[in-house]
């Protein structure tokens, strides 16, 4: 199956998953809003440029804020993970080369220690964000840190659940020049 249709077929998937199920679930003590859609944006490959990136990650954001009727939020967290996840992914990977070989972030491609890294700080990020813009305040630090983290949990638990269910296998690409 080529990319773009891989791809296609993943950000139907995640709009889909997040709005009609995920966003159904009543939030649990005020706290827990579980997000896994922007793993679209965590698992597009390796060589896509940051400036369609970010276009790609607006747009399904803005999809996703047409259908859950609200203003942009998740464009604006959607865009600041494509920025951010390069510069995470070139930490995380020091070998000269080594994002050649494989096409996307995967724990295949990474190994365990720096694919979880890359969730749990794009994650976290992405929590942050979406929390403080939904308040514009932080009202009271604790409650912020509470919801931040407790949301932060059930939605790595989320994606970790997702990465065992559809394991994706990334083939070794030995002729990268």
Excluded at 38 to 47: D, S
Excluded at 100 to 114: H, L, R, T
Aim: some cysteine; aromatic content about 18%; charged content about 10%.
């Amino acid at each position: 199956m080529s990319t773009l249709v891989k791809n296609t077929l993943r950000f139907i998937l995640f709009i889909l998953v997040q709005v009609f199920v995920l966003q159904q679930v009543p939030p649990l003590h005020r706290f827990i809003t579980p997000y896994v859609y922007f793993l679209f944006v965590i698992w597009l490959p390796f060589n896509t440029p940051r400036g369609w990136l970010m276009i790609i990650s607006f747009v399904f954001g803005l999809l996703l804020d047409y259908f859950l009727k609200t203003p942009g939020l998740h464009a604006a967290a959607c865009v600041l993970v494509a920025y951010v996840r390069p510069f995470v992914i070139g930490l995380l990977i020091r070998q000269e080369g080594d994002d050649q070989n494989y096409a996307s972030p995967s724990i295949v491609s990474m190994g365990w220690a720096p694919y979880f890294t890359l969730v749990l700080i794009l994650t976290l990020l992405h929590n942050s964000y979406l929390v403080f813009l939904e308040w514009m305040q932080f009202g009271t630090f604790w409650f912020f840190l509470g919801k931040v983290l407790a949301t932060t949990g059930v939605s790595l638990l989320l994606i970790l659940i997702t990465e065992l269910l559809f394991f994706r296998k990334e083939k070794f690409r030995t002729n990268t020049v």
